[in-house]
C-alpha cells in the first residue's frame, strides 16, 4: 500500500500561479496529475516518468510544469497564468508495480 498526500492548494486571481506538491510513502517509477472539476469527469493533466520524461494536456502545456525531485516520492505542479477554467480538486497518481495509487486531493480555485 502507498499512501499518497497532496498540499499546495488554494484561491488565487486569474493569471496568478499556485505550486501543488505531492508526497508519496514510497518511491514511484511514475507520477501524475489529475483534476476534477465540478460536474466533470476526472482528466488527466500532466506525467512524468523515471526516467523525467514529461507529458502535459494539451489545456494545460506552456503554462504548467511538472517536477520531481531525487527520492522518486515528491512531485510538484507548477501552475502558471492561471485560468478560472483550471478550478478543480487536484489529485495526484503514483504507478507502482502496476497499480495506482490516488491522494485524496487539493481544491484549487481561480478567481476571475
Known amino acids: 500500500q502507498v499512501q499518497v498526500v497532496e498540499s499546495g492548494g488554494g484561491l488565487v486571481q486569474a493569471g496568478g500561479s499556485l505550486r501543488l506538491s505531492c508526497v508519496a510513502s514510497k518511491g514511484c517509477p511514475a507520477m501524475n496529475w489529475y483534476r476534477q472539476a465540478p460536474g466533470k469527469q476526472r482528466e488527466w493533466v500532466a506525467h512524468?516518468?523515471?526516467?523525467?520524461?514529461?507529458n502535459y494536456a494539451s489545456a494545460v502545456k506552456g503554462r504548467f510544469t511538472i517536477s520531481r525531485d531525487s527520492s522518486m516520492n515528491t512531485v510538484y505542479l507548477q501552475m502558471n497564468s492561471l485560468k478560472s477554467e483550471d478550478t478543480a480538486v487536484y489529485y495526484c497518481?503514483?504507478?507502482?508495480?502496476?497499480?495506482?495509487?490516488w491522494g485524496p486531493g487539493t481544491q484549487v480555485t481561480v478567481s476571475s
Open positions: 497518481n503514483c504507478e507502482l508495480d502496476q497499480m495506482g495509487y
Open positions: 512524468i516518468g523515471h526516467d523525467l520524461d514529461r
